[in-house]
């Protein structure tokens, strides 16, 4: 694959590292920018599967590793108070692998998210009903499950 445009790799290493994107979302910013109906094709000429194969494989993958990202992206979600539900749509959203979201997500979420739910109830204890209270933590995306538990 040395037909590659060292302009198109350079600008899909810095895409990647600025975004973070799924390697679908970035496969398809790639064909955006650079495919056959884009302005840019006339002068680097336009890239295929193959090329954006290599690109994620052999130019991104020593920079840097996918699982570190959904690794990285759950911790930022965890720190801003988000439930595990939250997250995992969001990730979804994202078109990320769904194997490494569930594997990532258990780990990550053990005992954070009782100590979460505790949090929340304690906030709404006072102010709230029993079943508003519940209407209110189902509505932050909790488990119903774990919501049960609690009362």
């Not at 979302?25 to 295929?48: H, V």
């Not at 990320?96 to 990550?108: P, R, V």
Request: aromatic share 18%; net charge positive.
């Amino acid at each position: 694959m040395q037909d590659v445009s060292q302009k198109i790799i350079d600008y899909a290493i810095w895409y990647y590292l600025k975004y973070y994107p799924s390697p679908k979302k970035f496969a398809s910013k790639l064909k955006q920018r650079y495919g056959p109906q884009s302005e840019l094709w006339e002068k680097y000429g336009w890239i295929t599967d193959e090329q954006i194969d290599f690109i994620i494989k052999e130019k991104l993958s020593s920079i840097v590793l996918e699982d570190e990202v959904i690794k990285s992206k759950i911790r930022s979600y965890i720190e801003k108070w988000k439930s595990k539900l939250y997250i995992k749509q969001k990730l979804y959203e994202r078109m990320e692998q769904k194997d490494l979201i569930e594997t990532y997500l258990e780990e990550a979420f053990l005992d954070w998210e009782q100590e979460n739910l505790i949090r929340e109830y304690k906030k709404l204890e006072g102010k709230f009903e029993k079943h508003k209270i519940i209407e209110k933590l189902f509505r932050k995306w909790f488990n119903y499950d774990d919501i049960k538990r609690l009362f």
